[in-house]
Structures are given as C-alpha cells and as structure tokens.
C-alpha cells in the first residue's frame, strides 16, 4: 500500500465538494505548453496540480488518496474500507462505504481506493 495523489476526475469531485483549501495558482507555472488540446497533468508542486482543457489552465488541490479519506470522514461521516482476498491465488481488492460493499474488484488497494474516494463523493 502506498500514499497516492488522486487523478484529476477525483480532484474534480473534490473541489465540487468543498476540498479546494489548498488551491494556490501562484505556485503554478503558467509556461507549460499546450499538447494537442488533450487532458494532462504537469506541474505537481506539493498539493496542487495544473491540468489543461485544450487552452485553459485548471489548478485544483491534489491531496493523497489517504488525506481525502480522512477528510470525507472528518466532514461528511463517511467511511471507507478496503478489503482485501485472495482467489485463486491472486490478491483481490474491492470497498465499502458506511459498511455497504461495492461488488467491483480491482488489482490494487491505490485502484480500489480510488474508485471509493469518487463513490463516496459522489453520495455528498
């Protein structure tokens, strides 16, 4: 298990939801170019990232998957779990959120906790 920083589709739905007390443009460098108008990351500065929309900047807080966990808990009372089994001699992951299981399986704890931080915002 290791600490990841979210994708952009959950640093979306975090800012949706009232995580952007970290945003900080002034730490971002506005001379990254632009590629093909295609969605990518540049620029990790600690907690912020900028991802481009063809010409525009987007900075959003990029906390680590285990930071947004505690801050779904800390302010909406939700909580995750991460299960893990093995079958057939793989280790298989899957989540819970307020002790419902999702039936979804994924190859990683980094994979499935993600997909559970995007559920458990989506139920905010």
Request: glycine residues 4%.
């Amino acid at each position: 298990m290791n600490d990841h920083l979210i994708n952009y589709e959950t640093a979306k739905l975090a800012k949706d939801k009232g995580f952007n007390k970290h945003d900080d443009p002034s730490i971002v460098d506005s001379n990254i170019p632009n590629w093909q108008g295609c969605i990518f990351a540049d620029k990790r500065e600690e907690d912020h990232i900028a991802w481009w929309h063809g010409s525009c900047k987007e900075v959003l807080a990029r906390p680590t998957q285990i930071q947004l966990r505690k801050w779904i808990h800390e302010f909406y009372n939700i909580e995750i779990e991460i299960v893990n089994w093995f079958f057939k001699e793989e280790r298989i992951y899957s989540f819970g959120i307020n002790n419902i299981a999702d039936t979804r399986c994924f190859d990683s704890y980094e994979k499935s906790l993600e997909q559970a931080l995007q559920e458990a915002l989506k139920l905010v």
